[in-house]
């Protein structure tokens, strides 16, 4: 009966829309530089995002075989990542939580009826004893 609920958007994309980000393209080191960007997250810190092979010098980027949040972000700034189509699988994820969310509300009733009923049989059987 235990189900895992993941969203299917992924994490780091959600990070990259409702974090504070200032995506720079043409300050700083990324000056000059057509495929260079310079992200600034809320901390303060800056990362260079590169978009032609899409490295980032942040060390979630550096450390796994992902895009992080940083790059995602500069991918909704240049139009690589489609805001209406993420929109929509935003909107899918929501309604399918909620479902699932109801459904658990309904199983964790089903659960506390049924712990009643234990409760009960238990005290039946406490009197037979």
């Known amino acids: 009966m235990s189900q895992s609920i993941q969203p299917d958007v992924e994490p780091r994309t959600l990070r990259a829309i409702t974090q504070t980000f200032s995506v ?27 978009t032609r092979d899409w490295a980032c010098e942040c060390p979630d980027a ?11 972000r500069v991918a909704l700034h240049t139009g690589e990542l489609d805001v209406d189509e993420l929109e929509e699988q935003l909107a899918t994820t929501a309604d399918d939580l909620e479902s699932s969310a109801a459904e658990l509300e309904q199983q ?22």
């Open 24 to 50: 720079l393209p043409d300050i700083g080191r990324a000056k000059g530089a057509d495929d260079l960007y310079l992200v600034v997250s809320q901390s303060g810190k800056e990362y260079l995002v590169d």
């Open 62 to 72: 550096r450390h796994r075989d992902v895009r992080c949040k940083h790059q995602r």
């Open 108 to 129: 964790a009733q089903e659960l506390a009826e049924t712990a009643v009923e234990l409760h009960d049989a238990i005290e039946r059987l406490e009197e037979v004893a």
